[in-house]
């Protein structure tokens, strides 16, 4: 998470959209910066709300508008089993190296996931306890160049990003039976992603 108080905004980082090439470039601009441990870079919007946001207005910092990048649930998901399949994660709880990305995927969808599938929820990441989405400006992942052309013109800076975190490449075959089950049980992944700007 990045809070630039000239600027007045909150860069939110939802996993898996970039956000260590974002964040590489940005944190000089930033004057509050939340990385590297998981539980502050990834710091959903929810305790945003609840526990940043007061400190920060009774700092003096008010008005701030808020930014997410959201990624297609499919790719998103692809993406957290190709970086579950790395070497690195042999023998873990989570790896995903010997199963398929359908499998993954279905036990995502399922009511109660198995731990080495349970990533949490992109929509509980911007959506309020209500459901009502609670981030003020939210990016397709994969239109990375509308959110940079964004930033440059919020921040006043030419943005170049870097390649970070590159998972390894492995195939995402997914039959239409479990693209269904993801979908139906997951609605407000999709929504949230079709509503964002492009």
Known sequence: MLVFEREKLVFLALPKTGTTALETVLEPMAGMVLRHAPNLKHTPGYRYESFLKPYLNKCGLKNLR?????RHPVDSLGSWYRYRSRPEKDGAFNSTKHMSFNRFVDEYASDVPAKWANLGFPSRFIRDNDGAVMINDLYQYEQMPVFVAFLEQRLGKSIVLPRRNVSPHAPLDLSEETRRKLETK?????????SAQR
Request: negative net charge; charged residues 20%; contains cysteine.
């Open 66 to 70: 808020t930014t997410c990048v959201v």
């Open 186 to 194: 997951h609605p407000q992944m999709f929504e949230d992603w079709e």
